[in-house]
């Protein structure tokens, strides 16, 4: 049985900071179908589609009827813990300093027997869950869950290297002026973060909910403007050594296409506020984050962006505005890439039209910003890299897989 | 006869304290507060700067910044371009200004008592013509500053905003067009965020130190902050925008002259 997380000593002020490692993080073009799956939290294996095999590890050609025609697709993840074993030494660096480790091998329902690294709620010879993780060098492997829920299995050493857990962890919400900086502070307060620092932008300005967000316990305002250099580049000087998660929740949502606009004012503020503020937390806030990704239970872990779905396809209604989102969806595999030294994941969130004002004219089915909270949170919980909240989010991901160009002219007809 | 000024003599007694050089400019940074409008309108982009380089690698042996502005942004100037009531007025705008306009005796209406515990005050004829009594009549071509104590205000307050808009001291419409018909003022300088009341919207005509002022080829200055430091009369003030091609404004260095 798990242990409940026990709250992290404050951190000696004069102790070196021990620098990640990774684990041994290569793959082949093909396995990357394995990353995909993980990614989004999907199990998802290759299966020949002419003999119906179901293949791991994977492969180019099917072992059984030797097909090139291997899709990855999701599969029934059950199956029981047949062998285990404790590792108790290693010569990789990355595992010699987390022993012991235990493996094991697990016989899917499905067919394949694969070697996975196990939760501590496991039991050989009982039924397992195997899950597709992100491990810290952001490729997959597979790691097995009890079947069942067991109490505080959240808390798990091994599991915890594979989630951003935010219990315990310092989170930074970017801009708690708008509904979803709120939303966001709520959630990761409710979700054990052990401080919610929520930046807001010209204090002199009042907002709504101000109050309420003052309130709350874990939560500590600061001062925050992402368009600032100077003001972004303070906060990281003072607190970016204790920031464990970082949420860009700055948003700057106008209707409007591209002629549409006018001219370059409102574009201006967008990609300020969007692209060029992202920019600027991960300027100012990257390099710690980086260096501390292994530093602790309250390590460094991930920098959360919130994207439009229309960052993948652009949606003229809002057109000026999706090309912004598009811009920061670029940057964000670039800062994928560049935290992934430090065992930091970049958690991006898709999502439609909101419940917030900017969509006012916009019919439903609109996202509520707590549920946007959760999402993010649960995403967060289970170590995601990509996430589509909400019906719009999740509608526009498939029509992208099956006929872009066909999304493209719909979004674009009215 | 008229003599000629000695021009000497005047720099002379700015070097030796004679003549006092108060400064009205508040400074330039991110953090001060930049006039909000509904979120629908175009905004005026608060000051921000970003550092070229500072003796490093970016630029080894020089330190200098990029900066990003409104023309509207901290202690600044507005020319009558910048209201459609002045929009068709020759030289109308910071570039075409004669320069000789950027130097005006100016003329310092004290309502800081009255302004203290009433954000709403608004300025009135009979409060100029009280003032007058006691200090002698406005001349032509005089800046009237009015002087709020609103520059002392925290970030927090100086902007005045509640639920229902900004609250801040300023003049109603009769004592604006007064102004510029009986005394032909050279314009109109405040303490706070624009040369209107916060509630100036609700005003007939709306906002109008602009609507007046800048129909009628007058100035503006707002964001100023030290007026407690200047006489009611007798300072010489010194604004002189810089000079963007047809710029409808710009934030500026204000100097007050005044005897020691």
Redesign the interface.
């Known amino acids: 049985m798990s242990e409940p997380l026990a709250r992290p000593r404050r951190k000696n002020p004069l102790a070196r900071t021990r620098l990640p490692l990774l684990p041994q993080g290569a793959r082949s073009r093909t396995a990357h179908g394995l990353t995909a799956a993980a990614a989004e939290g999907r199990f998802a294996l290759q299966v020949c589609a002419d003999c119906g095999h179901v293949l791991y590890p994977p492969r180019d050609a099917c072992p059984r009827c030797l097909s090139a025609k291997l899709p990855f697709k999701n599969i029934d993840p059950n199956g029981r813990l047949i062998a285990e074993t404790t590792v108790r030494i290693s010569t990789d660096r990355y595992f010699h300093e987390r022993m012991p480790w235990r493996i094991g091998t697990v016989q899917l329902d499905a067919g394949p027997a694969i070697v996975a690294h196990l939760h501590g709620d496991t039991v050989e010879g009982e039924r397992v869950r195997l899950t597709l993780k992100l491990d810290k060098s952001g490729s997959a492997v597979m790691f097995a869950l009890p079947a069942q829920e067991t109490p505080h299995m959240q808390a798990d050493r091994h599991w915890r290297e594979m989630t951003c857990d935010p219990q315990y962890r310092r989170v930074l919400i970017s801009d708690g002026r708008n509904a979803v900086g709120q939303a966001m502070a709520k959630a990761f307060a409710e979700a054990g973060a052990s401080t919610v620092f929520v930046g807001i932008a ?5 907002f709504p909910g101000e109050a309420e967000l003052r309130n709350i316990a874990p939560i500590e305002v600061v001062p925050l ?1 992402v ?5 972004v580049a303070e906060l990281a000087a003072q607190n970016g050594g204790r920031i464990d998660i970082l949420v860009n929740t700055a948003e700057h949502v106008r209707p409007g296409g591209i002629i549409e606009r006018g001219n370059l ?2 574009a201006r ?1 967008e990609i300020d506020i969007r692209y060029f503020g992202m920019m600027r937390l991960a300027q100012a806030f990257g390099p710690a984050l980086r260096f501390r990704g292994a530093d602790g239970v309250n390590s460094a872990t991930a920098f959360v962006n919130l994207l439009s779905v229309h960052a993948l396809m652009n949606w003229p209604a809002y057109g000026a505005s999706s090309a912004a989102e598009a811009a920061c969806l670029s940057a964000s595999q670039c800062l994928r890439a560049e935290l992934r030294p430090g065992g930091v994941k970049v958690l991006n969130a898709f999502f439609g039209p909101l419940e917030t004002e900017w969509y006012q004219t916009v019919p439903p089915p609109k996202l509520a910003p707590a549920a946007l909270a959760r999402a993010v949170v649960a995403a967060l919980q289970d170590g995601l890299e990509d996430i589509f909240v909400g019906d719009i989010a999740q509608d526009v991901r498939e029509r992208l897989n099956t006929n872009p160009k066909a999304l493209e002219r719909e979004l674009g007809s009215h | 006869m008229t003599t000629t000024p000695d021009l000497l003599a005047f720099a002379n007694a700015i070097a030796s304290g004679t003549i006092r050089v108060i400064d009205l400019t508040q400074t330039l940074s ?1 953090e001060f ?1 930049t006039i ?1 409008l509904p979120p629908e309108f ?2 005026c982009a ?1 000051f ?4 070229i380089s500072r003796y490093d690698a970016r630029g080894p042996a020089w330190y200098w910044n990029n900066f990003t502005v409104g023309e509207h942004t901290g202690t600044h100037f507005d020319a009558p371009i910048h209201w459609v009531s002045g929009k068709d007025l020759p030289d109308n705008a910071v570039d075409t200004i004669p320069p000789a306009k950027f130097i005006a005796p100016a003329a310092v209406l004290d309502c800081s008592k009255e302004a203290a515990d009433n954000a709403d005050f608004i300025l009135t004829i009979p409060f100029v013509e009280a003032w007058e009594a006691k200090h002698g009549r406005i001349e032509a071509g005089s800046w009237v500053l009015l002087r709020t104590d609103w520059s002392k205000k ?6 005045g ?3 229902d808009g900004a609250h801040t001291p300023g003049p109603g419409p009769e004592v604006v067009k007064w102004l510029v018909e009986e005394r032909d003022v050279h314009g109109f300088g405040t303490e706070t965020i624009g040369t209107d009341a916060g509630q100036a919207h609700h005003f007939n005509p709306p906002y109008p130190a602009h609507f007046y002022m800048h129909g009628k080829g007058r100035y503006g200055l707002q964001c100023l902050t030290r007026l407690d430091q200047l006489p009611p009369k007798g300072a010489v003030i010194v604004a002189a925008p810089l000079k963007i091609k047809q710029g409808s404004g710009s934030p500026l260095r204000v100097l007050a002259l005044v005897k020691a």
Do not use: I
């Open positions: 010209d204090p002199w300005k009042p403007d368009t600032d250099t100077a003001s004012s409102v503020e | 991110p507060p909000v175009g905004q608060p921000r700067m970003e550092e925290s970030y927090a307050d100086y902007p905003l509640r639920d």
